[in-house]
Structures are given as C-alpha cells and as structure tokens.
C-alpha cells in the first residue's frame, strides 16, 4: 500500500479549505470551536481494496458532535467525503458530499444534528437556560 507525498496532501487540504471559505459563512464555521487542522492521510477501504487517501482532520466542539473530523476529496467525482473517529476507529458518515454542499453537511454534523433552524434554535434555548 504506498503513502502518499507531502505535496500531494497539501493540495487536496487546500482545495478542502479553499471550497469551505468560499460556501460557508465566516460565523458558521467559527462555531464549530475548530482545533488543531492538520493535514494528513488516512486508510479507507475503497473498491474492496484498503489504499490511503488525502484528508483535512479537525477536532470540532459543535452543539451536536465533538471529535475528531476528517474530510476527503473524491476529485474524479468532484464530491467531498466525511469521516469521524470514535475510540480511534473512522466511521464513514458521508461519500457524496457536492462541492456547494460541504459547509451545510459538516454544521448539519457538528452543530444541528440534521434538525430544522427552528428546532435547532429551540434546544439551544433549552441548553442555555438550563444550566
């Protein structure tokens, strides 16, 4: 199984991170509480065959998920891939992320939960006064 290079990582991530400044909102991406991004690869399963792959890790301290998140890019299909590790094994979440959906699947992941604005909004009310 061959290790990708240096160079090869760091385009993938700033591909990653160019596309997130462009689609989401600067305040959106601040409330995720991003920590420690860090370029490096992973080992995915793909086609039956394990290979290493390109991806953007976050740790993120969202309303709905804290861990660390790990962001792939598929540049064949032009579509972003999403993985979180829980007890340091990765779970693919999503593999079909569009271009102009990365910032809106990541706050439904880290932040929303998939809930609407409305319910949303309703518990972090909750959460906020109860403390």
């Not at 991170?17 to 399963?45: D, E, F, H, R």
């Not at 394990?50 to 790990?70: D, Q």
Request: aromatic share 10%; hydrophobic share 35%.
């Amino acid at each position: 199984m061959k290790r990708l290079k240096k160079r090869q990582i760091g385009r993938v991530v700033c591909t990653i991170l160019q596309q997130l400044a462009i689609t989401t909102p600067i305040n959106v991406v601040y409330s995720w509480g991003i920590t420690n991004k860090t370029a490096t690869q992973i080992k995915v399963s793909m086609n039956g065959r394990k290979r290493f792959i390109a991806a953007l890790m976050m740790e993120v301290y969202g309303f709905n998920y804290c861990g660390k998140l790990y962001i792939t890019l598929n540049s064949v299909k032009q579509v972003f891939g999403l993985y979180t590790e829980k007890n340091g094994i990765l779970h693919e979440e999503n593999s079909d992320i569009p271009f102009g959906e990365l910032g809106k699947v990541l706050d439904a992941i880290i932040e929303t939960g998939g809930r609407s604005q409305q319910e949303h909004y309703q518990r972090l009310q909750e959460f906020l006064h109860g403390r």
